[in-house]
């Protein structure tokens, strides 16, 4: 699936004092879990912050101080942001920058507080907190930064998902938490990351596309409805009802899955006697509309 052309000119609308805050509140979240749960049972999320934790429990061993999670992964992802800056849409890079830095000062501000010593109640239940702030994030435009940042950034360059490079890197930095502190610790941060993942795709629908089948008897005032509602194209089809023998049009329309609840209501406003389906779609391949990241 290509996606077009980014915003580069930032845009404020009413949303956004809407989406600000939530973004502040999915940072205290994230950071809450990471004081609770990653840190009490020394798991590894994935991304930046499994390198930042890695890597300031390596420097205790290695230097005379400590490097903090904070400082490590606020820096990791500045020098990231300089880089990806030009590619990604810029409201979403400067909402992405809000999110780690608050996550940053959240973390090193709250303490560290153990709820319980299980350790799998504590990679389910933490993976759940974590999933659910990331997902909280990506509805309101914005991301963890670090390897999203990167992900999106090479798809634009080789026009291709690169997600699986960006599992095969949290695979490394599992395998070397496994070697210095124990494969018990590697081997629940999987689980950790699984329940994350499972619950931000639950959340996030941005990349997900549902086809939209509708029979109606209105099918160019509906075609120009939903395009000036989500600037997706849609095929026409002449059908014939079976009992009826009446004459209708079946119109075919994929959009993105968090699109489907306006334009079915566009739909039915235009035309309340619409017989409407809706199916996952797998896969697109061809022209289709991305909205680009603002």
Known sequence: METK???NKIIFKKEDCFMIPMIIFSSFIYAAGMNIFVHSGNLFPGGYAGIARLLSLVSTEILPFTISFS???FGMNIITTLIVWKVIGHKFVVYSVLWFSMTSLFTSMLPYYEI????LLISVFGGLINGFAIGIALRNNASSGGS???AID????FNRPTWNYIFAGNAVVLFIAGLKFGWNQA???IIFQYVSKEVVNSMHQRYKTT????VTDYPDEISNAVFHTCRHGITRIPCEGEYSHKGHSLLLITINTYQMRDVIETIHMVDHHAF???NNVERVVGNYYQKPLD
């Open 154 to 157: 090479l798809s634009v360059h």
């Open 5 to 7: 052309g980014k915003t």
């Open 148 to 150: 999203d940042f990167i």
């Open 211 to 214: 086809r939209i089948q509708c």
């Open 71 to 73: 400082v490590i992964y």
């Open 116 to 119: 319980t010593s299980d350790p």
């Open 187 to 189: 081997l629940y941060s």
């Open 276 to 278: 409407i389906t809706v």
